[in-house]
């Protein structure tokens, strides 16, 4: 079975500061974990996604996310934020064996104080 | 430019009616998915299609049916609507492959009174 926890279900920071979003996975097998963002009444769209290879992994809009196999975890960051990254994040993961099944995280929503 | 085309984007139904909301896209992708997303609780997969002609049950089925009708529309039905199926549904597709991404619709706001 695969699960993802997502920690903070709202987090704000003022612009400028850094975003950090929390997520650990659960995985009985290698995993690909994912980062998607929905802004107000649109569907997900993907920001970054880990596979296999390097472990640091940069996505849209200056976002980034480390793979750690040791803590089992897959946050999100960026340096400096921007009202426009007002929104809510999903970590996802899905895991080999079969096609494609996605489990997504509980969400956290990121408010940018001006 | 069209991707996941979802309709209807709202509807409002009394318990025990019944609709279908339609899924189709365009990128020539063989899976495709219905997910609810509910406030506290992310996306949960309700249904999905592996491929043309194949259905399976995701993590929460129950009062739902689904047709893949073609390789581009995958359809989801409540014979008999309820409260609890007070939610936002979402449509996606996706690549076989399993490290690919998901493209999502937009959306059906669905409230059932």
């Known amino acids: 079975a695969q699960s993802v926890t997502q920690l903070g279900s709202h987090v704000s920071v003022s612009e400028g500061a850094l975003v950090l979003l929390r997520c650990n996975y659960s995985s009985s097998v290698p995993p690909y974990l994912f980062w998607y963002v929905q802004y107000p009444n649109q569907g997900l769209q993907l920001l970054l996604k880990y596979t296999t290879g ?39 993961v899905t895991s080999s064996g079969g096609y494609q099944k996605v489990t997504f995280g509980t969400g956290t929503k990121l408010q940018v104080i001006p | 430019n069209a991707g996941v085309t979802q309709t209807p984007k709202f509807q409002v139904l009394k318990t025990g009616q019944s609709m279908t909301l339609q899924c189709a896209q365009d990128m020539n992708h063989n899976s495709m998915y219905w997910y609810r997303q509910d406030p506290g609780m992310g996306l949960r997969l309700i249904y999905y299609s592996a491929s043309e002609g194949t259905t399976d ?15 581009r529309e995958f359809s989801l039905r ?30 059906t706001q669905l409230s059932v009174l």
């Open chain 1, 54 to 92: 390097a472990t640091l992994v940069k996505g849209i809009n200056g976002f980034e996310a480390e793979f750690k196999k040791s803590e089992t975890s897959f946050h999100l960051t960026k340096p400096s934020a921007h009202m426009s990254d007002a929104a809510e994040y999903f970590c996802a």
């Open chain 2, 57 to 71: 049950k995701g993590e929460v089925p129950n009062g739902y049916n689904v047709s893949r009708l073609n390789k």
């Open chain 2, 78 to 107: 409540l014979e008999s609507a309820a409260p609890s199926q007070t939610s936002v549904y979402f449509c996606a597709s996706s690549e076989q492959r399993i490290n690919e991404k998901l493209f999502f619709g937009s959306g």
